[in-house]
């Protein structure tokens, strides 16, 4: 039995750190509306998915307490990660190679607007 | 022959430890609950194989004159469907591996034994759904659903047969959520990793197919049935959607789906053959490992179902270099269990002649799809019978040989009683031929150029097709022998003890039957696995006359 | 019913019984994920086909509403932490209150998504046959912004002509069924988001209600556990959501 009757695997992660995760989370909502209101061209959604990564990250982390949880849990995290990405990535194979609308048609003038 | 332990029929057990309908429809032990299984996936068997007489007798002519070209199309659909989510997909893992996972690692139950029960009601709401398609205007799609025509121009009973498909998926999922979770936290004291049995390391490599694949099959399903519905349009070309996206997401899961019906049969043929040549498994760790290797590389393979329906060039050059990979692991298997063989002390029970059949018929069907991943080869070969021949060897040769076999091997331990031994080697031998008979001669008729999923071909092939038709009604036969001797030895057969044979796993060191909590005691593991030659509590050690495997005398 | 700390039958231990609940749990987030990933597949593939209408369907979407339920959400996520470490700490008087906060939040969430889902009723944005990207700027609404139908008029009419420079009219038949494909996975996908989040919401009214109880302590705490790695799954889903569907093309020239 650990501390205050907890169970030996338990493990308390303090609030302080939960704040931190939350200003750290809004900050990064916050960043990435204003990225995407800015023009960065093609790497508008590269920013928009890395913020959004970066936040998955730090709720998997402290608020799902992956960090405090065996190599089992990390596993299978990252099991989950890999064939998602395996799902999209081998499908991108087919169609990076066939017509697209961006390879077919410039964009149009009035397509950026405020 | 030594002697086993204990020859008695136990006075308390699972079977008579409760009475009546509810305590079985609202049981919670593991084993009961293989058994609702092993009824409801032998009724759904039945189905398919009736669909299939069907086929086979309509197949005899080249007009064929049993059922019109629409009927023709409905028939084959169902057969898969049945035969592929209500049979084989559930199968092993769910009678046997539901029956004896617990047993095999030392624990009472499974680790979620009420989300277990719940997993086959889903089974049954599911086959419902599809039992009303089946019989309020069949289903005419082919089992694999491609759009546009089942998610618009299907005149077909459709929708209720995803929506079936679709809820059934969750039962597989929550087996596999089961299995996994089980292995990893309720071993016994002392059953490490490499102490469990192999059956155990192919259902947690199949398990991982179904968590992993599983979703991506519902939500595509899902989506094809709103399709339907509400004339969306995302695998529809009229409405600017895709159907080869379809094809991507189908056989995302698909693919793995045909290794989920094949790595459990893996698990029992490494079981049988060790216990029936008297000799420990050759390269435990490399099976092991191989388990786990095709179920993640078979994740990395499915486009090659998809050479020539218009998927780029450049993915069908991944996707069939791929599919050259993941027959290697298979491969290692073949050549561990025929290393196994040799030298052993063979003995010729209906389990082994199962797991004989299943070497030689896998090998052949896992060679021919080596044929189909080739593209060039492909062009010719896709969609013709060589394709059916190819899936029907494992399937049928392989997946449903190792369930037949297993169901044989662990019988005395389910029921505690044995089948007539020589009745049960004649049964076997039946399935053998009648099974080659009736797919051997459709690979030549794929190569010469018969297409599947036709209601006619041209006459020449007519001499093909007959020997197939006559083969299938062999291969009934070979099913139904045993569907007999098996349901009448509960009642007269010879009481079987707790180790007939005898083996060398944990399930064998309880009472036959087991009793509810499967052990008296819980076991402390400190032997390793097949250890054929040091075994002596079951008169098995070295330097001893190697005694053969016996089931009745 | 299962009663505080009691371990069930087919358990040696009560931290095998935890161990599994929490396996079990993280594994069921791993078919989610695969579950959702099928639909993130199916936008991602169709954006690359039809970039420029899921442009136009993109900035249809409510920025600040999407916003805000973005924070709500994160909000609720922080909340549901402090009621896992509410019970973990024995703190019982503390733990409903963090159950109820988050409940609330996400309360707040499907109350800002239903009036978005009205938005777009109201738009002729749901997919089908009524579906028609022109209808907001040919019936404005006495509140809309003219300058900023204007805008949007002449987004239309150059994607339109985007789609087929030949035959403009054919250009917004094609324009308005691509962007179909685009709300038809907007409200796929959040829609499917949004089921999950009642199912979250159902199952923080049961703990809740045993929280009530005082049935959870430093001793016995899995329930809290494993619901709060579902409701956090459902957070980052929604982060994912949110970047996809709202944030493109939303730039300035």
Redesign the interface.
């Known amino acids: 039995m650990g501390?205050?009757?907890?169970?030996?695997?338990?493990h308390?992660?303090?609030?302080k750190i939960?704040?931190v995760?939350?200003l750290a989370?809004?900050l990064g909502?916050f960043l990435?509306?204003e990225a995407?209101?800015?023009?960065?061209g093609p790497w508008?959604?590269v920013i928009?998915?890395a913020?959004?990564s970066a936040?998955?990250i730090l709720?998997?982390l402290?608020?799902?307490?992956a960090r405090y949880?065996p190599k089992?849990?990390h596993l299978?995290?990252v099991?989950?990660?890999f064939?998602?990405i395996?799902?999209?990535a081998?499908?991108?194979?087919?169609?990076?190679?066939?017509p697209?609308?961006?390879s077919r048609?410039a964009?149009?003038?009035?397509?950026?607007?405020? | 022959m030594p002697p086993s332990p204990d020859n008695k029929f136990p006075r308390d057990h699972y079977l008579n430890a409760t009475y009546g309908i509810r305590s079985w429809l609202l049981t919670t032990d593991h084993k009961r609950i293989a058994l609702l299984y092993l009824i409801s996936v032998t009724f759904f068997f039945f189905i398919g194989g009736i669909l299939a007489t069907l086929i086979r007798i309509h197949l005899l002519t080249p007009s064929g004159a049993l059922v019109t070209p629409e009927t023709y199309n409905k028939l084959f659909t169902m057969h898969g469907v049945a035969m592929i989510f209500f049979f084989l997909i559930p199968s092993i893992p769910a009678v046997l591996g539901n029956f004896l996972i617990p047993m095999m690692i030392g624990a009472k139950d499974l680790a979620f034994p009420k989300i277990n029960l719940l997993s086959w009601y889903i089974y049954i709401v599911g086959g419902c759904f599809v039992l009303y398609s089946f019989s309020t205007g069949g289903l005419d799609t082919g089992w694999t659903f491609y759009t546009p025509l089942s998610s618009v121009y299907s005149n077909s009973a459709v929708t209720p047969a995803v929506i079936g498909i679709f809820i059934n998926g969750f039962s597989s999922i929550l087996t596999g959520l089961n299995f996994i979770v089980t292995i990893h936290t309720m071993r016994a004291p002392g059953m490490t990793w490499f102490r469990l049995p192999l059956f155990a390391w192919a259902h947690y490599a199949t398990s991982l197919v179904m968590i992993l694949g599983t979703p991506v099959v519902a939500i595509t399903l899902l989506l094809a049935g709103l399709e339907r519905m509400f004339h969306l349009g995302f695998f529809n070309p009229a409405m600017g959607g895709d159907p080869i996206l379809f094809q991507h997401l189908f056989w995302f899961y698909s693919h793995p789906a045909v290794y989920i019906m094949i790595l459990p049969s893996m698990g029992v043929i490494s079981e049988i053959i060790p216990t029936f040549a008297r000799k420990p498994i050759f390269g435990y760790s490399f099976i092991a490992g191989s388990s786990i290797a095709i179920a993640v590389i078979g994740f990395l393979v499915w486009a090659h179902h998809m050479f020539v329906t218009g998927e780029s060039t450049y993915a069908a050059l991944t996707f069939s270099f791929l599919s050259y990979l993941v027959a290697i692991p298979s491969a290692v298997k073949v050549f561990n269990w025929t290393s196994t063989l040799y030298k052993g002390s063979i003995s010729w029970d209906a389990p082994m002649l199962y797991a004989l059949g299943f070497i030689g018929l896998f090998t052949i069907g896992g060679l021919t799809g080596l044929f189909l991943a080739c593209l060039g080869l492909d062009i010719h070969i896709h969609d013709t019978y060589f394709v059916i021949a190819h899936f029907h060897y494992i399937m049928v040769g392989g997946a449903v040989m190792g369930y037949v076999g297993g169901l044989h091997f662990w019988w005395p331990k389910i029921t505690g009683k044995l089948y007539p031994e020589a009745l049960s080697r004649i049964a076997a031998i039946t399935l053998f031929v009648g099974f080659n008979l009736t797919f051997f001669p459709q690979f030549i008729l794929g190569y010469l150029g018969m297409p599947r999923r036709y209601h006619s071909y041209p006459p020449e092939f007519q001499v093909l097709n007959v020997l197939s038709t006559a083969g299938a009604s062999i291969l009934a036969i070979g099913y139904l022998l045993p569907m007999i001797y098996l349901t009448w030895s509960m009642r007269y057969g010879k009481v079987a003890g707790q180790n007939p044979w005898p083996a060398t796993g944990l399930e064998w060191k309880t009472d036959s039957p087991p009793p509810t909590e499967n052990f008296h005691v819980t076991p402390q593991v400190d032997w390793e696995p097949y250890d054929y030659n040091n075994r002596p509590d079951l008169g098995l050690a070295a330097g001893r006359p190697l005694a053969p495997a016996h089931g009745d005398d | 019913m299962h009663r505080t700390g009691e371990l069930y039958g087919q358990f040696e231990t009560l931290e095998q019984q935890k161990e599994s609940a929490q396996l079990g749990m993280w594994i069921f987030l791993v078919t989610e994920v695969l579950f959702f990933g099928g639909l993130f597949l199916t936008y991602a593939v169709n954006r690359h086909l039809y970039f420029t209408a899921f442009g136009i369907g993109g900035n249809m979407l409510d920025l600040r509403l999407g916003t805000t339920n973005t924070v709500v959400l994160i909000a609720s996520s922080f909340t549901m932490a402090m009621s896992v470490w509410s019970a973990q700490t024995s703190r019982k008087k503390l733990l409903p209150v963090c159950l109820i906060l988050t409940l609330v939040l996400g309360g707040v969430f499907l109350g800002i998504k239903y009036v978005e889902y009205k938005q777009k009723f109201d738009h002729h944005l749901i997919p089908g046959h009524s579906f028609d990207l022109t209808y907001r700027i040919n019936h404005p609404a006495p509140t809309d912004d003219p300058k900023e139908l204007a805008a949007e008029r002449k987004e239309i009419e150059e994607a339109a002509r985007h789609e087929d420079p030949a035959e403009p009219e054919n250009g917004l038949i094609a324009l308005n069924a691509h962007a179909q494909l685009y709300f038809s996975l907007y409200f796929g996908m959040t829609g499917l988001h949004a089921l999950h989040m009642i199912v979250g919401a159902g199952l923080l009214i049961w703990v809740i209600r045993e929280s009530f109880k005082g049935r959870f302590s430093a001793s016995y705490n899995t329930p809290i556990e494993v619901v709060g790695l579902y409701w956090h799954f459902v957070d980052v889903v929604w982060i994912y959501l949110f970047a996809l569907l709202y944030l493109i093309n939303r730039h300035a020239v």
Request: positive net charge; aromatic residues 10%.
């Open positions: 501390r205050r009757g907890a169970l030996v695997s338990e308390v992660v303090s609030p939960y704040v995760v939350l989370l809004l909502t990435t509306v995407a209101l800015r023009d960065f508008n959604i928009a998915l913020i959004a936040k998955a709720v998997i402290f608020f799902m307490h949880s089992r849990t299978v995290i099991s989950a990660a064939w998602l395996i799902l999209l081998l499908t991108a194979t087919d169609y990076v190679k066939r697209s609308e961006q048609l964009p149009p003038a009035a397509f950026y607007r405020v």
